[in-house]
T-cell receptor, first 112, second 112 residues
Framework: SQQGEEDPQALSIQEGENATMNCSYKTSINNLQWYRQNSGRGLVHLILIRSNEREKHSGRLRVTLDTSKKSSSLLITASRAADTASYFCATDASGGSYIPTFGRGTSLIVHP | KAGVTQTPRYLIKTRGQQVTLSCSPISGHRSVSWYQQTPGQGLQFLFEYFSETQRNKGNFPGRFSGRQFSNSRSEMNVSTLELGDSALYLC???????????FGPGTRLTVL
């Protein structure tokens, strides 16, 4: 089973709106990373947040981490059509082998 | 810095054949990981190499193997191809475990 699970599976919004995606995981982690993947291509790293951090920002992206709830959220503000992609969270279990485990992703469509 | 490169980008093989995929990591990165991505199973970890040694291995049959050279370049090999091996194979490099992984564009393998 997947360590991380994104929610929702699909999200459709209009340009300019905010998009929020959530990730839940099962075991304690060292860090959590968010990636973007455009259709059938490689993954692009967005943000890494460590288990002792609660929030990080990068441009229009804001990531929060709640280790007590074993969940993270990715907020994209003022979305653009170019943000259309699949978004994945990846976690590596603490005390383990540091192998990132990916969820199945959220497919985001931003309509111009 | 040049990004992670993967060759070939597309490959068509028939059942029973074998295939070798190549990955050149970002300069200075010693960790190379391989992933298989399919619509049904999502992104699954294959193995990770560091300084020419396999450090971690995912839950894949022995038909999947890999190696890393002294210049950190890595290859993965799949023998006796099956239809279910059709997938996007992604390579990622990082400085070390737990650090941000940078992905290549992937090799799209189709097994007929």
């Amino acid at each position: 089973s997947q360590q991380g699970e994104e929610d929702p599976q699909a999200l459709s919004i209009q340009e300019g709106e905010n998009a929020t995606m959530n990730c839940s995981y099962k075991t304690s982690i060292n860090n959590l990373q968010w990636y973007r993947q455009n259709s059938g291509r490689g993954l692009v790293h967005l943000i890494l947040i460590r288990s002792n951090e609660r929030e990080k920002h990068s441009g229009r992206l804001r990531v929060t981490l709640d280790t007590s709830k074993k969940s993270s959220s990715l907020l994209i503000t003022a979305s653009r059509a170019a943000d259309t992609a699949s978004y994945f969270c990846a976690t590596d279990a603490s005390g383990g082998s540091y192998i990132p485990t990916f969820g199945r992703g959220t497919s985001l469509i931003v309509h111009p | 810095k040049a990004g992670v490169t993967q060759t070939p980008r597309y490959l068509i093989k028939t059942r029973g054949q074998q295939v070798t995929l190549s990955c050149s990591p970002i300069s200075g990165h010693r960790s190379v990981s391989w992933y298989q991505q399919t619509p049904g199973q999502g992104l699954q970890f294959l193995f990770e190499y560091f300084s020419e040694t396999q450090r971690n291995k995912g839950n894949f049959p022995g038909r999947f193997s890999g190696r890393q050279f002294s210049n950190s370049r890595s290859e993965m090999n799949v023998s006796t191809l099956e239809l279910g091996d059709s997938a996007l194979y992604l390579c990622a490099s990082s400085i070390d475990r737990g650090a941000t992984q940078f992905f290549g564009p992937g090799t799209r393998l189709t097994v007929l």
